[in-house]
C-alpha cells in the first residue's frame, strides 16, 4: 500500500449517474423506432457503447442483430436500420449508399441515424446531397462523458486531438461546453475555474454562454467541485511525449488501453487465449499498483502473492465453522484477487522483458538528458542512431520533436539530417508528417537568424553570473516560440537531487518520471492552485506564448463547503497521459485535494505521433 | 382455286403438307447422287458435292475427285488433299471439310481456302470413321467418331476448344447410328449400338432407353433429330419408328412401316402442334405425322423419281435430285384456312370477293357483307396479309395481297404497316429467290434469319449490287446497310494487289459516312490478307480503331507507332500493356528503346505517381522549400529505381523506403547493387554499416559479415557486431568482434559473450565504478564466485587509494 489517502480526504461526487443518464436517453431513442430494428454501430462506438449498455439492455429494446460500420454492404433483412454513429462525413456516405442500394432495389425501410455525441450541418448536408435526407431521421445521442474509472471522465474523442491541434477545426469545442454544461448542472456550479490555452478559453467562454442562456437552474445550488481547470494539450506536449513508467502508463504504452480495459495478449495470459481486463479502481490489485513506479511494482506484487498464500494458509488451523465462514466470506474474494494478481505479474513480465532491456534503459537516459538539457550532441547522434537501425518509426519521431520542444526546434542541420535520415529509413511518405509536426509546433526547425542561445551563450560568458541570469531572460523573451528550458527552470521541474531518487517514497510528482522531471501541466496546475489565480507566473505563461489565454474567474459568494474547495476537475483538452493522472494523485494526497480528470481521450506518445503520421492505409 | 390445291396432301385431318418445286437443277452431275458426298447450307444456303468413289477405288485410278459448289455459283475444283469423309456447312456459310486424318479444312463461298484446324492427336492416329456437321447457339460445331470408336468433337468451329467424349462401355464396333444433340448449350452425342441407346456427355456415358418404346427392337438404323434439337425419331430395323423429344423421356408416337429408311429428316412447322418426320427411302418420300395421342400414324407418300437428298430447313425439309430442287412443308394456317376447299374463313371469302369485283360481279358485295357481319373484315385482311408471305408463287403472293388491299378499303383503322411491311418483304424474297441468285429462303426463316444476315450472306456470294438494292429500298441506316456493304466487299477480290485494292476502296468509299475502315481491314483480316488490312489502315482517321486491330494482326510495332501518332496517351498505354504481356522483358524494352516516346510515357504510367510528385516538388521549389523540393525529387528516383529493380530482379520494391530497398537487395545477394544505390543517395557510412550489419546477420551470412567488418574501421564500432550475433545466438562469431570492441565498450561486449572473468579483468583495468558494478551483477552462483571476490577485492583497495 504505497499512498493511502488522506483521511480528510474529500469524497467523490458519484458518475455512474452519467452512464444512467446516456443509457436512458439511449433506451428513449431506441423506442422512437418501434419494433424489431437492426442496430448499425461505428466501431470507435463500441467499448464506450458496451460499457453503457450491454447486449441483452439493446436486445430488451428490441434490437434484433448488431452490425459494426465497415466499407462493406450491409445484409441486413431488418424493416428498420438504425445507425449509431459519430458524426463524420464518411458515415454519411455509407448510410447514403444503404439507402441508396435499396431504393434501387425497391425497398421501403426505416432508417434512423443517432450521431453522438452531436450531429452536424455538415452530416446532414451529405445526406441532402446524396438525395436520401427525405428517408433518415437524425437524432442525436448526447453521451459525450464516460466515466471510465472513479475520477476519470473521457469523451472518447481521441481525434479531437488532431482536429483542433493540427487541422484548427474548432467544431468540437461546443461539445466540450456541453459536457461542462452537463456537469454544472449535475454536480452544481463552479466557483472557481482557471484555464490556460487557446481551446481552453474558447470552450470556457461557450459554456458560459450556455450557462446564462439557461441560468437559474444551477444557481441556487451548492457546488460540490470547487475547482475547475482547464488545459490545452499545447500547453505541455513534452510530458506527453516522456516514456511513462508509472505501472497504468507502462501499460497503455506497451499493450494500449482501451476505454478503460486492456485485451492481455498469450504471452501475458500464459495461455493460448487473450484476456480482456478492465482496469479501473475496482480491480483492487491494480488499484494499488496503478500509480506506483514500476521498479516497485513487482516487489509489491511479490508482497501481496506472500500475502494471499498466508490468507489461504489460515484455512488449515480452522475448524468446521470457521471454515465454512472462510468458504462463503473470504474464498471468493480470494481466488478473485488471486486471478487478478496473476495477471498483473503476467503484465508485468512481459513488460520486464521489454523494458528491461539495454535499449530501453539507454532511450530513458536519452530522454532524462534531453529534459535537462546537458549531452544535446549525444543525444542527436543516439536519435540518428535509433533512426538509421530502424527501432521504431513512432519512438523516433516521438524523440525528435522531445528533441526539438526541450531546444526550442532543431538547428538547421540537424533539422535537415536527421528528417533526410528519418526518410530514408521510413519512407518518403512521411515528408507530410513533419509537415504536419512543423504546423503542430511538435518538430520546428531554428529561423536561420535564431542564433540567440548561440549568442546568448556567447555573451553570458562575457558577464558575471548574476547578469548572466539577467541576459538569459532577455534573451528568452526574445524568443518567440516556448522556451521550455527556461520555463524548466522557472519552475524547477528538473529536481535537485543528491544522491538515488527514491523511488519508494517520493516527495514529488518527478516519481513519475523516475524523479527526473516534474510534469509541467502538473507543475502549471499545482502552481496555480496555490495562489488561487495566475499572479506571479506572468514569467511563465509569456514563456508558455499564453499570457493572453489564461484565465481566472472566481465567484465572489462563497457557498462551497471547504470540503468541495478541495475537489478539483482538471480538464485536459487534446488528451492526457496516465503518468499526468498518477502525478496528480500524488499531488492530491500530499496536499489533500482529490482530482477527477476530464479528458477528450487518453493518450501517450504513440497516439500523438500516430494522429500526425500521414501513412498510406 | 382447286387446282391449287392440287398439290397439297392431307394428313391427319386437319394438316395439309405440300411439295412445291423451287428449282429446276441444272447441275451437271456426271455421277449418281448416291455415289456423292452431298452437303446443303440451312437457311436455303448453298450445296457441295464430291464425288467418293476415288477413295473407294484404288489409288492409281485416273479420276480425280472434283469437289463442287452450287447454287449461289457454280464453282469448281479438283481435290488434292486428303480423303474427305464428311463435308458440311458452318452457320457462316463456310464449307468444312472434314478429311480422314482429322484436319478441318475451311473453305469460303467461292472455294477460297480460308484456314485449317486440326482436331487433335488422337483423331490424326485413328483416323475419321464418320464426322457430322451439326449447328449450335455458339456457331456451328464438329463430331467426329474415330477409328478406336471414340467420339470427339467441337461445340464452335471458330473458337476452338476439343472436347473428348468418354469412351462408351463394351464398344466393339462402330455404332449402328449416331448423332449430335444440343441442349441446355451443352453438345452430346446420342449413338445406338445395336438395340441399346447411349447418351455421351463431357463427362459420363449413360445408357438410356426411350420411354415406350416397344419392345423387339433389334437394332436402331437411323436416328433424326429436329431442326432445334427438340424431337428426336429413331427407326429401328423392324421398320417401327419411335418419335419422341430428345431427351427420350417422352414419346409422342410411333408407327410402324415396312421400310428399311436411308434416310430420315424432321420436318416440322414453327408452333405446330404435329410433328412430322420425312422418310426417304429408294424413290418414295414418307411424311409420317405423329399425333398426339394416336398411336398410329399416317403416312402421307410421295414419290420420287429420282435419288433424292434431304436437307432439314426450320420449317420444312428441302428435297433435291440430280434434276429438281423442292420443298416440302406443313401449309401454314393462314394459308389452309384461305385456299382449303370449301372454306368459310373471313380470308378464304375476302379472297373470293375481291376475285368478283375484279369481274366486276355483284358477288363481291355479297362476301364483303358476310365477312363484314361477322366483324371478321380485319381479320381477313390480316389472313390475307400472312398466307401471301407463305405463297411462293408471285402471281399467289399479289392475288393475295390485292385482296387484303380491297379489304383493308372497307376499315377504317387498319394500320397500314403491317401490309406494306410484308409487300417490301416479299419483293426481297422473291428477288433472292430468283434462280439466278438461289437463295429459296421461306417467310418464317427469312424472319429468323434477320435482313442483317441475309444481306451479309448476299455479300459473302458477291451479289453487292443486289445487297445494296435491297437496302436502298429498304430504306436501312447508312450504317447498318450500304457502307457495310461497300466496305466489305472489295475485300474479298481476290488476284489483285494489295495496293490497289486499298486504292480502290479508298476511292470507293472516299469519306461515306458510316463507313468504318477498320471494319473493313478487319474483314480482310478475317480473309486473311493482312497486308490489305494494314493498307487499309491507312485510310482509318481514328487511330483508337486502327490500334486494336493492328495488336489483333500482331503488328504490335506498328501499332505502337500508330499510337504515338495519334498522341494519344491512352491508347499508347494499351499497345504498352499488351506488349508487356505479348513479348519478354528484352525485347519489350528493345521495342521501347526504339520509340523513346513510348519509353518516356511507359516511365510516366508506372510512376504515374512520379508526375503528381514532380508537381509537388515543382510547387515546393516555388514555395522555397527547398529541403522538401529534393527530398521529393529523391522520392521519385527511388520510384523509377524500384521500378527498374523489380523489372530486372523481380521481387517487391515499390513503396519501401531507401533502407528497406537496400536491405531487400542485400538479402537478395546483389552487394554491388545495393553498394551503387547507397552512393547514389549518399547514404551514411553509419546507416549503411547498421544495415548491412543487420541483413547479412538475418542471412547468417557470418562469412561475409566477417569480411564486411574488416572493409575498413567500423563507424558504428564493434559492439554492434557482438550484440547482432548473440540475437542470432552465434556465441563463437559474436567472440571474434568482442576482442575489437574499443575500451569503453569492452565490458559490455564481454558480459554480453558471457565472458565474465575477463570483463571484471578489465573493468579492474578501467578501474570504472560503474563497469564494476555492472560486472558483480552479471556474477551469478558459484562459478563466477571468484570473479566477484575478485571484483570486491579491486573495489577495497580502489577506496583505500
Redesign the interface.
Known amino acids: 500500500m504505497a499512498f493511502p489517502h488522506r483521511l480528510d480526504a474529500p469524497e467523490l461526487p458519484d458518475f455512474s449517474m452519467l452512464k444512467r443518464l446516456a443509457r436512458d436517453q439511449l433506451i428513449y431513442l431506441l423506442e422512437q423506432l418501434p419494433g424489431k430494428k437492426d442496430l448499425f454501430i461505428e466501431a470507435d462506438l463500441m467499448s464506450p457503447l458496451d460499457r453503457i449498455a450491454n447486449v441483452s439492455i439493446l436486445k430488451q429494446h428490441e434490437v434484433d442483430k448488431l452490425y459494426k460500420v465497415e466499407n462493406k454492404p450491409a445484409v441486413s433483412s431488418s424493416e428498420q436500420l438504425c445507425f449509431l454513429v459519430r458524426p463524420r462525413i464518411k458515415n454519411m456516405r455509407y448510410v447514403a449508399s444503404l439507402v441508396n442500394a435499396d431504393k434501387l432495389a425497391g425497398r421501403t425501410r426505416k432508417y434512423k441515424v443517432i450521431f453522438s455525441p452531436q450531429k452536424f450541418h455538415a452530416c446532414e448536408m451529405v445526406l441532402e446531397e446524396e438525395g436520401v435526407y427525405g428517408d433518415v431521421s437524425c437524432d442525436e445521442w448526447a453521451f459525450s462523458l464516460l466515466p471510465l474509472d472513479v475520477d476519470l471522465l473521457s469523451m472518447e474523442l481521441p481525434e479531437f486531438f488532431r482536429d483542433y491541434f493540427l487541422e484548427g477545426d474548432q467544431r468540437w469545442i461546443n461539445t466540450v461546453a456541453q459536457a461542462l454544461h452537463l456537469l454544472s448542472t449535475l454536480y452544481g456550479p463552479f466557483p472557481n475555474c482557471y484555464g490556460i490555452g487557446r481551446c481552453a478559453k474558447m470552450s470556457y467562454e461557450l459554456w458560459r454562454t450556455l450557462e446564462e442562456e439557461e441560468d437559474g437552474e444551477t444557481k441556487g445550488r451548492r457546488p460540490e467541485i470547487g475547482h475547475i481547470f482547464l488545459l490545452d494539450r499545447d500547453v505541455d506536449f513534452v510530458t506527453a511525449l516522456c516514456s511513462q513508467v508509472v505501472y497504468e502508463g507502462l501499460v497503455d504504452d506497451t499493450f494500449r488501453i482501451k476505454c478503460g480495459s486492456v485485451d492481455f495478449g498469450p504471452e501475458v495470459t500464459s495461455s493460448d487465449r487473450s484476456l480482456k481486463v478492465l482496469l479501473n479502481a475496482e480491480d483492487k490489485v491494480f488499484n494499488e499498483i496503478r500509480n506506483e513506479h514500476f521498479s516497485n511494482v513487482f516487489g509489491f506484487l511479490s508482497q501481496k502473492a506472500r500475502n494471499l498464500q498466508a490468507q489461504y494458509d489460515r484455512r488449515r488451523g480452522m475448524d468446521i465453522k470457521q471454515m465454512k465462514n472462510f468458504v462463503s466470506q473470504e474464498l471468493k474474494g480470494l481466488k478473485q484477487e488471486h486471478r487478478l494478481l496473476s495477471v498483473h505479474i503476467g503484465a508485468c513480465e512481459s513488460i520486464m522483458k521489454k523494458k528491461t532491456k539495454q535499449d530501453f534503459q539507454e532511450l530513458i537516459k536519452t530522454e532524462h538528458a534531453l529534459l535537462e538539457g546537458f549531452n544535446i550532441r549525444e543525444s542527436t547522434s543516439y536519435i540518428?542512431?535509433h533512426i538509421?537501425?530502424?527501432v521504431s518509426p513512432i519512438e523516433s519521431l516521438r524523440l525528435m520533436c522531445l528533441l526539438s520542444i526541450t531546444e526550442n526546434g532543431l538547428i538547421p542541420k540537424d533539422y535537415?539530417s536527421l528528417?533526410?535520415?528519418y526518410?530514408?529509413?521510413?519512407?518518403?511518405e512521411h515528408?507530410l508528417t513533419f509537415?504536419n509536426l512543423r504546423r503542430a509546433g511538435l518538430l520546428t526547425e531554428q529561423a536561420p537568424g535564431d542564433t540567440l542561445t548561440a549568442m546568448e551563450s556567447k555573451v553570458s560568458k562575457l558577464v558575471t553570473d548574476k547578469a548572466a541570469g539577467k541576459i538569459t531572460d532577455a534573451f528568452s523573451s526574445l524568443a518567440k516560440r516556448s522556451n521550455f528550458r527556461a520555463i524548466s527552470k522557472k519552475l524547477n521541474l528538473i529536481p535537485r537531487v543528491d544522491g538515488e531518487y527514491d523511488l519508494k517514497v517520493p516527495r514529488d510528482m518527478a516519481y513519475v518520471f523516475s524523479g527526473a522531471y516534474v510534469p509541467l501541466s502538473c507543475r502549471v496546475i499545482e502552481q496555480v492552485l496555490e495562489r488561487r489565480s495566475w499572479q506571479g507566473l506572468d514569467e511563465v505563461l509569456r514563456l508558455l506564448n499564453c499570457s493572453e489565454l489564461a484565465f481566472t474567474d472566481m465567484t465572489k459568494e462563497d457557498k462551497a463547503s471547504s470540503e468541495s474547495l478541495r475537489l478539483i476537475l482538471v480538464v485536459f483538452l487534446g488528451g492526457c497521459t496516465f503518468s499526468e493522472i498518477s502525478a496528480l494523485r500524488f499531488l492530491g494526497r500530499e496536499k489533500g485535494y482529490r482530482f477527477i480528470f476530464l479528458t477528450t481521450a487518453v493518450t501517450n506518445s504513440a497516439r500523438l505521433m500516430e494522429a500526425m503520421s500521414e501513412v498510406k492505409a | 382455286m382447286d387446282c391449287y390445291t392440287a398439290n397439297w396432301n392431307p394428313l391427319g385431318d386437319s394438316a395439309f403438307y405440300r411439295k412445291y418445286e423451287l428449282y429446276s437443277m441444272d447441275w451437271d452431275l456426271k455421277e449418281e447422287l448416291r455415289d456423292c458426298l452431298v452437303a446443303a447450307a440451312p437457311y436455303g444456303g448453298p450445296l457441295v458435292s464430291l464425288l467418293r468413289k476415288p477413295w473407294r477405288k484404288e489409288k492409281a485410278a485416273s479420276v480425280t475427285a472434283v469437289l463442287e459448289i452450287y447454287s449461289a455459283s457454280a464453282c469448281l475444283w479438283p481435290w488434292k488433299s486428303g480423303p474427305v469423309v464428311s463435308l458440311g456447312w458452318s452457320a457462316e456459310e463456310e464449307l468444312l471439310c472434314v478429311q480422314e486424318d482429322g484436319g478441318v479444312l475451311v473453305y469460303g463461298l467461292h472455294g477460297d481456302f480460308r484456314r485449317h484446324f486440326s482436331m487433335g492427336n488422337e483423331v490424326l492416329q485413328n483416323r475419321v470413321l464418320d464426322a457430322r456437321i451439326f449447328h449450335t447457339e455458339f456457331g456451328s460445331g464438329v463430331a467426329i467418331l474415330t477409328g478406336a470408336h471414340r467420339f470427339t468433337l467441337s461445340a464452335n468451329v471458330s473458337d476452338l476448344k476439343l472436347r473428348r467424349m468418354p469412351e462408351v462401355p463394351g464398344l466393339q464396333g462402330a455404332p449402328t447410328c449416331w448423332t449430335a444433340l444440343c441442349q441446355d448449350r451443352v453438345a452430346h452425342i446420342l449413338l445406338a449400338v445395336g438395340p441399346d441407346l447411349y447418351l455421351l456427355d463431357q463427362s459420363a456415358c449413360s445408357a438410356v432407353t426411350p420411354f415406350g418404346l416397344a419392345p423387339g427392337v433389334s437394332s436402331f438404323l437411323q436416328m433424326a433429330v429436329s431442326f432445334t434439337y427438340r424431337h428426336l425419331a429413331l427407326f429401328t430395323d423392324t421398320g417401327y419408328i419411335w418419335m419422341g423429344t430428345a431427351s427420350l423421356k417422352e414419346k409422342l408416337c410411333e408407327f410402324n412401316c415396312n421400310i428399311r429408311a436411308p434416310r430420315s429428316r424432321w420436318c416440322s412447322r414453327p408452333r405446330s402442334k404435329e410433328r412430322a418426320v420425312v422418310v426417304a427411302w429408294e424413290r418414295r418420300l414418307m411424311v409420317g405425322v405423329m399425333r398426339p395421342r394416336a398411336s398410329s400414324i399416317l403416312g402421307g407418300l410421295f414419290v420420287l423419281d429420282e435419288d433424292s437428298y434431304l436437307v432439314p430447313e426450320l420449317d420444312g425439309v428441302r428435297i433435291f435430285s440430280r434434276s429438281t430442287h423442292e420443298f416440302l412443308h406443313e401449309v401454314p394456317v393462314a394459308s389452309e384456312e384461305i385456299f382449303k376447299i370449301a372454306s368459310m374463313a373471313p380470308g378464304a371469302l375476302l379472297l373470293e370477293a375481291q376475285k368478283e369485283y375484279e369481274k366486276e360481279s355483284q358477288k363481291a358485295d355479297e362476301y364483303l357483307r358476310e365477312i363484314q357481319e361477322l366483324g371478321q373484315l380485319t381479320q381477313a385482311v390480316q389472313q390475307c396479309i400472312e398466307a401471301a408471305g407463305h405463297e411462293h408463287r408471285p402471281d399467289m403472293q399479289k392475288s393475295l395481297l390485292r385482296a387484303a388491299s380491297f379489304g383493308k378499303c372497307f376499315l377504317d383503322r387498319f394500320p397500314p404497316d403491317s401490309f406494306v411491311r410484308m409487300c417490301q418483304d416479299l419483293r426481297v424474297l422473291n428477288a433472292i429467290r430468283d434462280y439466278h441468285i438461289g437463295i429459296p429462303l421461306t417467310y418464317s426463316q427469312y424472319k429468323q434469319l434477320t435482313i442483317q444476315v441475309l444481306l451479309d450472306r448476299l455479300v459473302l456470294r458477291r451479289l453487292y449490287p443486289l445487297a445494296i438494292q435491297i437496302c436502298e429500298y429498304l430504306r436501312l441506316p447508312e450504317v447498318q446497310g450500304v457502307s457495310r456493304i461497300l466496305a466489305h466487299g472489295p475485300v474479298q477480290q481476290k488476284d489483285v494487289s494489295d495496293e490497289d485494292v486499298a486504292r480502290a476502296i479508298n476511292q470507293k468509299l472516299g469519306d461515306t459516312p458510316g463507313v468504318s475502315y477498320s471494319d473493313i481491314a478487319a474483314r480482310a483480316y478475317g480473309c486473311g490478307r493482312t497486308e490489305l488490312a494494314i493498307k487499309l489502315l491507312e485510310y482509318e482517321p481514328r487511330s483508337g480503331e486502327q490500334v486494336p486491330l493492328l495488336l489483333k494482326m500482331k503488328r504490335s510495332k506498328l501499332a505502337l507507332s500508330k499510337a504515338i501518332e495519334s498522341g494519344d496517351t491512352d491508347l499508347v498505354f494499351t499497345v504498352l500493356l499488351h506488349l508487356k504481356n505479348e513479348l519478354n522483358r528484352g525485347d519489350f524494352f528493345m521495342t521501347l528503346r526504339n520509340q523513346p516516346m513510348a519509353l518516356s510515357l511507359y516511365r510516366q504510367r508506372i510512376e504515374g505517381r512520379v508526375a503528381a510528385l514532380q508537381t509537388a516538388a515543382d510547387a515546393f521549389y516555388k514555395a522555397k522549400n527547398e529541403f522538401a523540393a529534393k527530398a521529393t525529387e529523391d522520392q521519385m528516383r527511388l520510384l523509377r529505381l524500384q521500378r527498374r529493380l523489380e523489372d530486372e530482379l523481380g521481387g517487391r520494391f515499390l513503396d519501401l523506403s531507401l533502407h528497406d530497398t537496400v536491405t531487400t537487395l542485400i538479402l537478395g545477394g546483389h552487394n554491388k547493387r545495393a553498394e551503387q544505390l547507397a552512393r547514389d543517395f549518399r547514404i551514411p557510412d553509419k546507416r549503411l554499416w547498421w544495415l548491412k550489419l543487420t541483413a547479412l546477420a538475418d542471412l547468417e551470412d557470418w562469412e561475409e559479415l566477417e569480411k564486411f567488418s574488416k572493409s575498413k574501421k567500423s563507424p558504428i564500432g564493434y559492439l554492434p557486431f557482438v550484440e547482432i550475433c548473440m540475437k542470432q545466438h552465434n556465441k563463437y562469431e559474436a567472440k571474434k568482434y568482442a576482442s575489437r570492441v574499443g575500451p569503453e565498450q569492452k565490458v559490455k561486449a564481454l558480459l554480453l559473450v558471457g565472458d565474465v572473468a575477463q570483463a571484471a579483468d578489465v573493468a579492474i583495468e578501467h578501474r570504472n565504478e560503474a563497469e564494476l558494478s555492472l560486472v558483480l551483477s552479471h556474477c551469478t552462483g558459484a562459478t563466477d564466485g571468484a570473479t566477484a571476490d575478485k571484483i570486491q577485492r579491486a573495489r577495497a583497495q580502489a577506496q583505500k587509494k
Open positions: 540518428e542512431e538509421d537501425r530502424q535537415r528528417k533526410t535520415q526518410l530514408q529509413s521510413y519512407g518518403p515528408l509537415s
